[in-house]
């Protein structure tokens, strides 16, 4: 993706993310490497990785031409993330789209947490952010994953302007006429994002409030407590004041950090073996 952004920045006016196969535009990353590289004790190499898969998510974003989307089928963790950071996504209406990482054990570590904040700081009314985040926070720790692409909209996993197609056939003609016409239109890239408003130390004492209580109910196990407070963490900010504004540098080094932490625990590591053996979460 960095390569294709460097020759359209060159040479083209605009970029299409696609996938041929109908089945996934992408299932997310690749656990049983991550995995090994936990397991081997190679934490700097998984440590590259992430960094880069960040670059490569602030890259599109930052693209001096429009990215573009197009989405069918699975749209899992780092595919959800890709897709959040494009100009625009085109989306079939069969998309199932979710931040799944919470599920074995991890946060989204590939800037979609950072996005997150980012969006709902945008739209906070009177600058409460708040509301939103908690709304976000609830998608991304129960590990969502949308029914169709309508109701990714709903979740906030996509965007009230994107593009949804009913015939995921005409998908790829409609992404390219949607990225042809943002450059046409003279597309050029946000500004970078150095002022956020986040929710800070009150937030998180409020999500956590709400897990506390889950957690006595046995709604969640004391593992999935543990991930959702992170969560909650990079999405207010971390534990500064309320009101504070950062960068998305700052957010971003806060989604690496804990993602590290996480994927050292053993109950994550457990999780994570789990679900390539059988294909299903477990709940430690």
């Known amino acids: 993706i960095q390569h294709a952004l460097d020759n359209a920045e060159r040479a083209l006016k605009a970029v299409v993310v696609w996938q041929a196969s109908d089945k996934a535009f992408s299932a997310g990353a690749d656990l049983k ?7 081997g004790g190679q934490i700097a190499r998984l440590e590259s990785m992430i960094a880069n898969f960040q670059r490569t998510s602030q890259r599109i974003k930052y693209a001096l031409v429009p990215v573009v989307a197009a989405v069918r089928g699975l749209a899992l963790g780092g595919g959800c993330e890709f897709q959040m950071h494009c100009a625009r996504t085109v989306a079939a209406l069969e998309s199932y789209i979710g931040l799944v990482e919470a599920g074995v054990g991890l946060l989204p570590a ?12 945008q739209r906070a009314h009177d600058g409460d952010v708040f509301p939103e985040i908690k709304r976000m926070f609830e998608t991304v720790a129960q590990a969502k994953t949308s029914g169709s692409a309508l109701e990714a909209k709903e979740l906030g996993l996509l965007r009230p302007d994107d593009v949804v197609v009913f015939n995921s056939f005409e998908l790829l003609y409609v992404a390219k006429r949607v990225a042809a016409a943002m450059a046409d239109a003279g597309y050029r890239p946000p500004p970078p994002a150095q002022q956020v408003g986040v929710a800070g130390d009150v937030g998180l004492a409020t999500l956590r409030m709400m897990l506390v209580n889950m957690l006595e109910g046995r709604f969640i196990s004391a593992h999935d407590e543990v991930i959702a407070t992170r969560i909650g963490d990079v999405l207010c900010g971390g534990r500064i004041e309320r ?22 625990m053993p109950k994550t590591q457990e999780r994570i073996a789990h679900t390539l053996a059988t294909g299903k979460p477990l709940r430690n």
């Open 243 to 264: 009101g504070s504004q950062v960068d998305e540098q700052w957010l971003l080094d806060l989604e690496r950090r804990h993602f590290f932490e996480l994927a050292q």
């Open 110 to 121: 590939g800037g979609g947490l950072k996005e997150i904040a980012v969006r709902a700081a």
């Open 33 to 39: 490497g991550m995995l090994g590289f936990v397991q």
